[in-house]
């Protein structure tokens, strides 16, 4: 997804909050600040990425949707507050891409994660067992042996393509019959 693309969905999602419809969903979540403790964001991180089964998923920091307000998401050093959110993961976190986003003189930060590389799987510090969470609307819980069956099941997709030109040749006829 490129920045522009998601910068109008982070401006969407604020026009959405601001007018008091809900927002959060299987793709997206909203944090008022920067999530803590690193344990739980990363079960929950990780339910979401699992849940969404490849496609992209955005969490917005800045934005309380109880509320209806945007606050600003502050100080945060991406590079110091995620590595201690991926210390949590098993072996591989979902890639995260972060953009700062400007709205009404406040800065939003905006977090795509990709979760192509499903499952994601966390040690429970509580315990010290691993789990892999599975986002539920908006609550995390363990994922279902169902779950973990569509996740790991292969999926056949249709390839992307675009059609970059086009021409037909007087040389070499649509149709070739024998006669």
């Known amino acids: 997804m490129r920045a522009f693309q998601v910068e109008s969905w982070v401006l969407t999602i604020v026009e959405r909050v601001l007018a008091g419809q809900r927002v959060e969903d299987s793709r997206v979540e909203l944090k008022a600040a920067w999530p803590e403790p690193p344990e739980k964001t990363a079960r929950q991180i990780a339910g979401h990425a699992n849940a969404a089964r490849g496609d992209s998923i955005l969490w917005v920091i800045g934005i309380d949707e109880k509320s209806k307000s945007i606050n600003d998401a502050g100080q945060c050093e991406l590079a110091n507050w995620f590595p201690s959110v991926q210390s949590f993961f098993n072996g591989l976190a979902p890639a995260v891409q972060d953009y700062n986003i400007p709205v009404n003189g406040k800065n939003l930060v905006a977090l795509l994660f990709e979760s192509n590389r499903a499952p994601f799987v966390v040690r429970n510090k509580e315990n010290d067992r691993l789990e892999v ?35 037909e040749s007087p040389w070499y006829p649509p149709h070739v019959g024998v006669e």
């Open 133 to 167: 969470p599975w986002r539920d609307g908006t609550r995390t819980r363990s994922a279902t042996r169902s779950e973990l069956l569509k996740l790991l099941s292969k999926q056949i997709s249709i390839p992307k393509f675009e059609i970059l030109a086009h021409w």
